[in-house]
């Protein structure tokens, strides 16, 4: 196994950019560390490990990131991503929110790795309300809190497990990972890339993290990038803590549209078909039920529509629900982990959020780039399962060799830091501040 | 027509349509849960004789959706959309609203 002084990130870089029938015309601006110590110095160490003892993880995580942020870098007008650290952009929520690592809890605490019979599967319970479908989902009365459903779990079957709870949409994830990926589908073809006299218009109909981050990094490259909220439905992360929804939110604007009657749906529609790219990551079955075709909508307008999902599109895996942290666990990082320590544990904060975003961001300008026309879908368990396998050791003792050698780095390094974040260039408008100026402006486009 | 216990976790099928429940939380005690104007059954219970669809009752679900009477004490998850209205002892039940979204994940 390799064991370069750091041309990983670079070579990343390379690899995405070829799936993308694309070069870079310039050498790539990329951080010249070891991956192991941007592990260790963006803050993703100190978000992974028991509360004893942070960890090292055995693939270069942090270094995909750099590389997925350096091609779309090249790809973007000149020095627009200045100053973007793509590494520490993967702890920058838990800096903000105060989030620390919980080993077999993640960091922001909703999370949790559970041992049930045959396996581990983790269960994000991130809506209170989840906690009313537990006795669903075990068919037994519970006593509260996470004991009780560690019990049962116990005594139950992985497989029963994870259909009963994704029949009730629980975000649940199975440790043990099934599958090698590519990181998006309905690949881009390798059309040059068009002149395109103004930049692009993205309508984001995402939330909390992902499909933010995504708007947030076209936002830098020049976009106008307008955030459609439901009014019934905003993005929970206004609940959240301000400066992280500031620093995904501010310079977009907000169009908030009561999207239960046919007026605020023809708004919509008004408002896609003026749009470049769309960033959307609702079940398909959403968009449906309100008439929405993805695929045909991409086509009309030639859009380049990005679908962000858990798990792809189509049958069955369409409906089931995740977030950023079981996500990561399907990918196999808590499995990768597990078989070079022997523990089981989360990986990072919500990591599977900021990893798809930035490849969201490449794939969405990129897409633009070829002409549009196309739907995207990015699933957050293959972004990260394309990243955990790009550079993974194999076998267990090459991989418990990885992690020895790497922990071996970063001590002698000595310079782990905490998870830090950058500050919000302003703060995000108010829900719906520019619903009619939006609805005007793009309807005379 | 015949009364059933509704227990967290049980799953029910139509016998008219396509329609396939999960009950989510119900009252303790016997009722009448309907798909359409017929008795459902339990989901893994051989396919029975086919019913004809109420026209009356004809109402549709939708998957994901969840119903509710009207104070609430039943919640069922639509895991499969059918034809069909879904009511409790008689009373057609209702579209619950979408859960609120999380405020972090």
């Known amino acids: 196994m390799s064991e370069r002084e750091d041309p990983i990130a670079q070579a990343y870089a390379e690899h995405l950019l070829a799936s993308l029938g694309r070069q870079a015309e310039a050498s790539l601006a990329l951080p010249m560390e070891h991956p192991a110590l941007r592990w260790s110095r963006c803050g993703l160490m100190a978000l992974t490990g028991t509360p004893d003892t942070p960890l090292m993880f055995p693939a270069p995580l942090a270094a995909c990131a750099d590389g997925a942020l350096a091609a779309l870098a090249a790809l973007g007008p000149a020095g627009a991503l200045d100053g973007i650290d793509a590494a520490a952009l993967l702890a920058e929520r838990a800096a903000i929110a105060g989030h620390r690592r919980g080993g077999d809890v993640s960091p922001g605490g909703a999370c949790r790795l559970l041992r049930a019979a045959d396996g581990w599967l983790a269960l994000n319970l991130a809506r209170d309300d989840d906690w009313d479908l537990l006795p669903a989902w075990l068919e037994t009365e519970l006593s509260p809190g996470w004991e009780g459903v560690a019990a049962a779990v116990r005594e139950r079957l992985l497989e029963a497990l994870i259909e009963q709870g994704r029949l009730l949409g629980l975000a649940l994830a199975d440790a043990q990972p099934m599958t090698d990926t590519v990181p998006w589908q309905r690949g881009l073809t390798a059309a040059a890339p068009m002149a395109r006299s103004r930049p692009p218009r993205i309508l984001d109909l995402s939330s909390l993290w992902a499909g933010p981050l995504c708007g947030h990094l076209l936002q830098r490259l020049g976009a106008d990038v307008v955030k459609l909220e439901s009014t019934q439905r905003p993005d929970g992360a206004r609940n959240g803590p301000p400066a992280f929804f500031d620093l995904m939110n501010a310079g977009k604007r907000s169009v908030a549209l009561d999207l239960r009657g046919d007026e605020g749906r023809a708004q919509l529609r008004g408002l896609i078909a003026a749009a470049d790219i769309v960033i959307e990551a609702s079940r398909p079955r959403a968009l449906r039920q309100m008439g929405f075709d993805a695929e045909a909508l991409a086509r009309e307008h030639r859009l380049t529509w990005i679908s962000l999902s858990g798990y792809g599109r189509g049958a069955p895996q369409e409906q089931w629900i995740a977030y950023g942290d079981d996500a990561a666990v399907a990918a196999g990082l808590s499995d990768t982990l597990y078989r070079a320590t022997g523990q089981a544990l989360i990986v990072g904060d919500a990591i599977a959020d900021p990893l798809t975003g930035l490849h969201a961001a490449l794939a969405a300008w990129a897409g633009w780039q070829a002409g549009g026309g196309m739907l995207v879908s990015l699933a957050l368990r293959d972004v990260v399962r394309h990243c955990l396998q790009f550079d993974l050791p194999g076998g267990d003792e090459a991989l418990r060799a990885r992690q020895r050698h790497w922990t071996g780095l970063a001590m002698a390094d000595g310079s782990a830091r905490l998870p830090q974040a950058r500050s919000a260039r302003g703060t995000a408008p108010a829900l719906g501040t520019h619903t009619a100026e939006v609805i005007a402006e793009w309807a005379a486009c | ?105």
Do not use: H, W
């Open chain 2, 1 to 105: 027509m015949a009364k059933t216990a509704l227990k967290a976790g049980a799953r029910f099928k139509s016998t008219v349509c396509d329609t396939q429940v999960m009950v989510v939380k119900a009252p303790a005690g016997e009722f009448e849960l309907r798909c359409g104007g017929a008795d459902m059954v339990g989901a893994t219970a051989p396919a029975a004789a086919g019913g004809t669809l109420d026209p009356a009752l004809s109402g549709e679900t939708l998957i994901g959706k969840r119903y509710v009477n009207a104070d609430e004490s039943l919640e069922l998850l639509c895991t499969k959309g059918g034809k069909g209205t879904l009511s409790l002892d008689g009373v057609a039940l209702e579209i619950k609203q979408a859960k609120q979204l999380p405020s972090s994940d």
